[in-house]
């Protein structure tokens, strides 16, 4: 059990809320946040991905509650998302969980850095309608879940900002990829947990508490904040931090 007073704990209690916050309001980043923050620790790639893959099954399925409360999920994209993105997930994390951490670690930076950029390009490109039919929508859930495992983070970045690029629906993209991830996080969080072991993953329990606690802010906001600003400063955290562990 870890100190619950240690400055340690209360740095993990700190990134989930605030990656959380973000995340609630933009449908992603949590993952990419939190990830890049725990590899600024010391954390190994694997060990790193999967403390916050195990923490986002109590976030996401806080936040998907709140998004479903507040009517912004479309149950026919979380039909068409959900099972693509968890087989993804699956094989994305036994991959991760057996490729050496040192020979991993500036290809996850190298990636988030890649996050970073497409988030940004997301953020400046012009969008077009698009309905629930689009062809490409499991394509995007088996990529996202893929990345997401193997990164650290990556659901939102990809599924949420392609999905929001091809002129998806605001409101229902942002709660439908929220509480989908609630399945595909739970699929990966068990594959590193039979892989690991959860005495790997037992400092999680402060990225679980902060986040938990910022989940059902997130939905609250997401009607307040301008998009475009809020992820062009989560594309230059993301690329900073990740540039800073790889050079």
Same mark, same amino acid.
């Given at each position: 059990?870890?100190?619950?007073?240690?400055?340690?704990?209360?740095?993990?209690?700190?990134?989930?809320?605030?990656?959380?916050?973000?995340?609630?309001? $933009?449908?992603?980043?949590?993952?990419?946040?939190?990830?890049?923050?725990?590899?600024?620790?010391?954390?190994?790639?694997?060990?790193?991905?999967?403390?916050?893959?195990?923490?986002?099954?109590?976030?996401?399925?806080?936040?998907?509650?709140?998004?479903?409360?507040?009517?912004?999920?479309?149950?026919?994209?979380?039909?068409?998302?959900?099972?693509?993105?968890? $087989?993804?997930?699956?094989?994305?994390?036994?991959?991760?969980?057996?490729?050496?951490?040192?020979?991993?670690?500036?290809?996850?930076?190298?990636? @988030?850095?890649?996050?970073?950029?497409?988030?940004?390009?997301?953020?400046?490109?012009?969008?077009?309608?698009?309905?629930?039919?689009?062809?490409?929508?499991?394509?995007?859930?088996?990529?996202?879940?893929?990345?997401?495992?193997?990164?650290?983070?990556?659901?939102?970045?990809?599924?949420?900002?392609?999905?929001?690029?091809?002129?998806?629906?605001?409101?229902?993209?942002?709660?439908?990829?929220? @509480?989908?991830?609630?399945?595909?996080?739970?699929?990966?969080?068990?594959?590193?947990?039979?892989?690991?072991?959860?005495?790997?993953?037992?400092?999680?329990?402060?990225?679980?508490?902060?986040?938990?606690?910022?989940?059902?802010?997130?939905?609250?906001?997401?009607?307040?904040?301008?998009?475009?600003?809020?992820?062009?400063?989560?594309? @230059?955290?993301?690329?900073?931090?990740?540039?800073?562990?790889?050079?």
């Amino acid at each position: 059990m870890p100190d619950l007073l240690s400055s340690e704990f209360l740095t993990f209690v700190a990134i989930g809320f605030f990656a959380q916050i973000i995340d609630g309001a $933009l449908g992603m980043a949590f993952g990419v946040l939190a990830t890049t923050s725990l590899l600024a620790v010391g954390m190994p790639p694997a060990v790193a991905s999967a403390m916050t893959h195990v923490t986002e099954c109590f976030t996401t399925a806080a936040s998907g509650l709140s998004h479903l409360y507040h009517r912004n999920v479309d149950w026919r994209l979380v039909v068409r998302l959900a099972p693509a993105g968890m $087989l993804g997930g699956a094989i994305g994390a036994y991959l991760l969980s057996s490729i050496d951490a040192e020979m991993i670690a500036p290809l996850v930076s190298l990636y @988030l850095i890649g996050v970073g950029i497409f988030i940004l390009y997301k953020a400046f490109r012009p969008r077009w309608p698009r309905d629930v039919r689009d062809w490409i929508i499991p394509y995007v859930g088996g990529a996202g879940g893929l990345l997401d495992a193997m990164g650290g983070g990556g659901w939102g970045p990809i599924v949420t900002s392609s999905l929001l690029g091809r002129g998806h629906d605001l409101k229902k993209v942002i709660g439908s990829t929220n @509480l989908t991830e609630f399945a595909v996080t739970t699929v990966i969080s068990l594959t590193f947990i039979l892989a690991l072991g959860w005495s790997e993953l037992s400092s999680a329990l402060g990225l679980i508490l902060g986040g938990v606690v910022a989940a059902p802010l997130g939905a609250l906001v997401v009607n307040k904040l301008p998009v475009k600003p809020l992820m062009i400063a989560v594309s @230059l955290i993301i690329i900073g931090t990740a540039a800073v562990r790889l050079f």
